[in-house]
């Protein structure tokens, strides 16, 4: 089993984004820049995370994205919902025909992993991750990473902060 770049990137992406909620619609070029992923990538998510209504959309200058809900009603498993990715543990894709075109003997056992996992991500909210000290740590960092030496840092969400 594993959550391939795809899930990882989105989950990334919208947590920066939960991350800097308070400074208004987050460019994709802003995200892009901190967080290392291709901006062409990020604009192929975000088309189907906005598809899903996870974020919305400001155009125009200053535009950007924002989350389209609360980050508390935002769970990570949706994320990865969105973005089309499965965290499936079997290995067959869950059609049940990985020995030999029928089901193998262990089957239900890792269909069954594949969706305590899934309940897992589906417990954790962007919240609950902007909540987390170590998170807010590596926000930081990646914050004075992108600025300018004499530029003063601005704030990442503080807990309870996002709208």
């Known amino acids: 089993m594993r959550l391939t770049t795809k899930g990882r990137y989105a989950v990334t992406a ?17 995200i892009s820049k901190r967080q290392g992923i291709s901006l062409s990538y990020l604009e192929q998510l975000f088309s189907r995370l906005r598809q899903s209504g996870l974020v919305s959309s400001v155009r125009g200058p200053g535009g950007g994205y924002r989350l389209a809900r609360p980050g508390d ?9 969105a973005v089309n990715e499965s965290v499936d543990a079997t290995s067959c894709g869950g059609n049940a025909d990985c020995a030999g075109g029928e089901q193998c003997l262990t089957h239900y056992l890792w269909s069954d992993l594949s ?13 609950n991750l902007v909540a987390r000290a170590e998170v807010q740590e ?8 992108g600025a300018p030496e004499d ?12 709208q």
């Open 14 to 30: 919208m947590l920066d984004l939960a991350l800097h909620a308070e400074r208004g619609p987050i460019s994709l070029a802003d």
């Open 73 to 81: 009603e935002v769970f990570v498993a949706q994320i990865v919902d």
């Open 115 to 127: 969706e305590q996992i899934h309940s897992f991500l589906n417990g954790i909210s962007l919240a």
């Open 138 to 145: 590596v926000a930081r960092r990646q914050d004075r990473r």
């Open 151 to 162: 530029a003063p840092l601005e704030k990442v969400a503080v807990i309870g902060g996002l």
